[in-house]
């Protein structure tokens, strides 16, 4: 199916590391996209890792990608409040071009 | 460079009206793509332009329709709307149709249909 399994919700303490999950389910995935949404606010995109690759850092920002699993992560180090967000994980498909498919979502909340 | 711009930002409408959103992109990117997100379906492909011409569409009825303008500029229409069209609706660019674009997304236009 079409399905991009995401889990609902992740708390955290400020100062803490951040792990999202993602599962996808094509493996004729080419790019696998992370994208930050704020309330009110449009889509941000975080990061992006093409299928081939297996690990990608951006700052505090780091992908892992295991294509055999198909199982995607986000971890965000030294997580800080301004983070508090719902983030997206996407696929981008082979025969898709711009096309993206979606994950539910996962609304990381980060206290003091 | 400016970001994408969607216009406009707030939008309510009654059940069987027609509506037009409009979305540009930024500066030198010819693709556009259009998303609908909602509580319950979150976010789901609507259709992409590229050169003025519809390239891939997503599983919406033909209520639903959109183009691209030479500048590339795109708009959406959506044609009797019903209570479901009730949605954030959101505009993406990206520089060209090839893959390792990635998308750059607009703030959207809520549409509120009573």
């Known amino acids: 199916g079409e399905d991009v399994e995401q889990s609902l919700f992740l708390s955290v303490r400020e100062g803490d590391s951040s792990v999202i999950n993602c599962t996808y389910t094509d493996s004729s995935s080419t790019y696998l996209y992370w994208y930050k949404q704020e309330p009110g606010a449009g889509l941000q995109l975080l990061t992006y890792i093409f299928s081939n690759m297996d690990m990608k850092q951006d700052q505090r920002l780091t992908v892992l990608l295991n294509k055999k699993d198909k199982h995607l992560s986000l971890r965000i180090a030294d997580t800080q409040t301004g983070d508090s967000a719902i983030y997206f994980c996407?696929?981008?498909?082979?025969?898709?071009?711009?096309?993206?498919?979606f994950g539910t979502g996962t609304r990381l909340l980060v206290s003091p | 460079k400016a970001g994408v711009t969607q216009t406009p930002r707030y939008l309510i409408k009654t059940r069987g009206q027609q509506v037009t959103l409009s979305c540009s992109p930024i500066?030198?990117?010819?693709?556009v793509s259009w998303y609908q997100q909602t509580p319950g379906q979150g976010l789901q492909f609507l259709f992409e332009?590229?050169?003025?011409?519809?390239?891939n569409k997503g599983n919406f009825p033909g209520r639903f329709s959109g183009r691209q303008f030479s500048n590339s500029r795109s708009e959406m229409n959506v044609s009797t709307l019903e209570l479901g069209d009730s949605a954030l609706y959101l505009c993406?660019?990206?520089?060209?149709?090839?893959?390792?674009?990635?998308?750059?997304f607009g703030n959207g236009t809520r549409l509120t249909v009573t």
């Open positions: 996407a696929e981008r498909r082979a025969t898709g071009f711009q096309k993206l498919v």
């Open positions: 332009y590229f050169s003025e011409t519809q390239r």
């Open positions: 993406a660019s990206s520089p060209s149709g090839q893959e390792v674009a990635p998308l750059h």
């Open positions: 500066s030198g990117h010819r693709s």
